[in-house]
């Protein structure tokens, strides 16, 4: 399914937030959203999983306007993993990953045993099927993590949006899921903060600066040391990775205020 933010703008307290962006998501592609704290880049991704309704333009699914679509018709289309995924409430894991049914499901109709078996895969795939008796509330953040990604899958969207999914992640954790999205086959919409895995996983990076799209394409195309110095007031030199042979970005701490003095 395409993915495209159409001319986006939101204003929030006054400001605004998002200006005039425009973004395609070519159907089963990774693109990543990168830019400084502040960029706007989650609030873009609001707008997405209709969190938040912009002040202007559009999102639209296979050219469908999503605001046109039923809070339900578009939960069957998009998941989202979001920075505020907290719960007070100790679900079980596995009693927290078959949510991800409910926008299939009328009333308290039960699972069906395709859908409890969807469960169990979708455990197994993101490594908390051992965890699947255990209170949420007693998992680490990258269990926590993890369980939720389980979640997001079991909906079985079209449209899969994640704000910084790798947070609270280990290194292998932070790799399967990468990995996992490149594979996964729908269409990925990804804020990600660590521009090596965005240039790893992505297949086209978008770059946000004060609300504005500053560049997309490839991440050999747009994450160059010209841009990386505008953008995020980084040195950085970019080589290519030794096994793969895209872009890695080496970046060069500032002088020691110390040694400065």
Known sequence: MDLRIDDLSVDLGGARIVRRLTLDVPDGQVVGL????????????????????????RVL????????MSPRSSAQRVAALTQENGSDLDFTVEELVALGRTPHLRGNQPL?????????????????????????????GGERQRVLVARALVQEPRVLVL???????????????????????????????????????????????????????????????????????????VVPHPLTG????????????????
């Open 61 to 68: 699914l296979d050219g469908e306007d999503l605001t046109s």
């Open 112 to 140: 069906s045993a395709r859908e409890r078996a969807l469960c169990r895969s979708s455990m197994e795939l993101l490594d908390v099927a051992h965890l699947a008796g255990r209170g949420v509330l007693e998992l680490s």
């Open 246 to 261: 895209g872009p890695q970005l080496l970046y060069r701490l500032p002088p020691s205020r110390k040694n400065s003095r």
């Open 34 to 57: 990168v830019g400084p704290n502040g960029s706007g880049k989650s609030t873009a991704l609001r707008c997405v999983y209709r969190a938040l309704g912009p002040s202007a333009g």
């Open 163 to 237: 704000d910084e999914p790798t947070n609270h992640l280990d290194v292998r954790h932070q790799l399967d899921l990468l990995s996992l999205l490149r594979d996964v086959g729908v269409t990925v919409l990804v804020v990600l903060h660590d521009l090596n895995l965005a240039a790893s996983a992505c297949d086209v990076v978008g770059v946000l600066s004060e609300g504005a799209l500053v560049d997309a394409g490839t991440p050999e195309k747009v994450l160059t040391p010209a841009l990386l110095r505008e953008v995020f007031g980084v040195e950085a030199t």
